[in-house]
Nanobody, 125 residues
Framework: QVQLVESGGGLVQAGGSLRLSCAASGLTFSSYSLGWFRQAPGKEREFVASITWGGGSTYYADSVKGRFTISRDNAKNTVYLQMNSLKPEDTAVYHC??????????????????WGQGTQVTVSS
């Protein structure tokens, strides 16, 4: 059974930074694309960033490009999301996600096989 456990959320002022972590178990980590999605109150869950199984390619939503960086450490079965220059509109629950199939890039909710429980990020103005 796949388990994804996020950590690192919290309250930060606009312009600040946070680093989210997601520890994975129950899958061959180095064979799966991992991603981050977020969901704000009253809104649909949306794609934030993803990274391929070897870490060679990354993808970002336009709204976070240049501010957020996704990375992974396959030796630690962990994926990270470094968030800089945070804005109030970044406030949401951030969920880690693993692809439905091996060697398939995660960019859409329909292609997610496993979700983490989420970690709250709140950015105050």
């Amino acid at each position: 059974q796949v388990q994804l456990v996020e950590s690192g959320g919290g309250l930060v002022q606009a312009g600040g930074s946070l680093r989210l972590s997601c520890a994975a178990s129950g899958l061959t980590f180095s064979s799966y694309s991992l991603g981050w999605f977020r969901q704000a109150p009253g809104k649909e869950r949306e794609f934030v960033a993803s990274i391929t199984w070897g870490g060679g390619s990354t993808y970002y939503a336009d709204s976070v490009k240049g501010r957020f960086t996704i990375s992974r450490d396959n030796a630690k079965n962990t994926v990270y999301l470094q968030m800089n220059s945070l804005k109030p509109e970044d406030t949401a629950v951030y969920h880690c996600a693993a692809g439905k199939n091996r060697f398939e890039v995660v960019r859409f909710t329909q292609r997610v096989g496993s979700w983490g429980q989420g970690t709250q990020v709140t950015v105050s103005s």
